[in-house]
């Protein structure tokens, strides 16, 4: 069985108040300060859970510096005081860059209780096929 460290149960923690900060920015009307906390303590639980070497090297992989400039640009865009349009690039990096996952989260909600019967309903059925599409960006895999 795999061990959990420390390090990767605080990094859950800090990935998840990240997310919550940056939710809290959008509910709040693009808080640029709410956004910028989330955005910072999303990269850094990413580092924990995963490690910073580890991290450097998924987002400076050469087929992801496109994906990753997005991103990064994204956060300075939201630094610099325009949070919706900072976001709106920074989801279309976030998208690039974590789109070869999108298949393994789609068929792992697909086998949670509730959220596996919504995601079965006609419509979202579709949609979320084609985000769980081996690569939906339709670029060859490395």
Do not use: W
Request: net charge positive; hydrophobic share 55%.
């Amino acid at each position: 069985m795999y061990q959990i460290t420390d390090f990767q149960k605080i990094g859950v923690g800090l990935a998840g108040f990240g997310i919550a900060f940056l939710f809290l920015g959008i509910m709040f009307f693009f808080d640029r300060g709410l956004l910028a906390i989330g955005n910072i303590l999303f990269i850094v639980g990413l580092s924990f859970v995963i490690g910073m070497e580890r991290t450097v090297r998924f987002f400076f992989q050469k087929h992801k510096i496109k994906a990753t400039s997005f991103f990064i640009g994204g956060i300075f865009v939201v630094l610099l005081g325009f949070p919706v349009i900072g976001m709106c690039v920074e989801l279309y990096g976030f998208f690039l860059l974590f789109s070869g996952f999108f298949p393994v989260v789609i068929n792992f909600l697909r086998r949670v209780p509730v959220i596996g019967t919504i995601l079965n309903l006609p419509y979202i059925r579709q949609v979320a096929d084609r985000l769980g599409e081996s690569n939906s960006m339709g670029e060859a895999e490395p």
